[in-house]
């Protein structure tokens, strides 16, 4: 299960190196390939193959023309891009995405438990200090969900 968060480093190549935590957890997949997307544009998505797979073949069950699913698969299509981990641990982050997540440098990888996002740290702090729950809200998720 991939699950926490941690700094790492885009090089001068674009290449991320996924932290040592991550690549011992990430599922085997064929060739080391991933593909990598965003649903936003704010933050960078890495997917072991089958698993975007899974969610890919969701574009084709009905209604196929569902004017989410058509945006949805235009946005994942744009940013996407299949990646091969090289032996170091590093994978390429497609160009636009890396421009429109302002991903350089020092980076936060997150783990969400089967795929791993990559965000510009200030704009993670931004987004998690925003989406802080309420005191109403935690106890809802207590209720709702057994928080």
């Known amino acids: 299960m991939l699950i926490g968060s941690y700094t790492a480093t885009i090089d001068d190549k674009s290449r991320l190196r996924l932290p040592a935590r991550f690549r011992r957890d990430l599922p ?3 060739d080391n390939t991933y593909y990598i997307t965003s649903y936003t544009g704010t933050c960078a998505k890495i997917y072991p193959l089958p698993v975007w797979e899974r969610i890919a073949q969701k574009f084709l069950e009905s209604p196929r023309m569902h004017p989410l699913k ?10 996407g891009s299949l990646s091969e981990m090289d032996p170091q641990g590093r994978i390429l982050i497609p160009a636009d995405l890396r421009e429109d997540a302002q991903l350089s440098g020092d980076v936060r990888v997150s783990g969400q438990y089967d795929h791993l996002e990559v965000w510009n740290e200030q704009n993670l702090r931004s987004d998690v200090r925003a989406a802080l729950l309420t005191p109403e809200e935690w106890e809802k998720a207590a209720d709702e969900m057994g928080f």
Do not use: D
């Not at 058509?70 to 940013?79: A, D, M, R």
């Open 70 to 79: 058509v945006k949805l698969q235009k946005i994942t299509s744009y940013y």
């Open 28 to 30: 085997e997949t064929v």
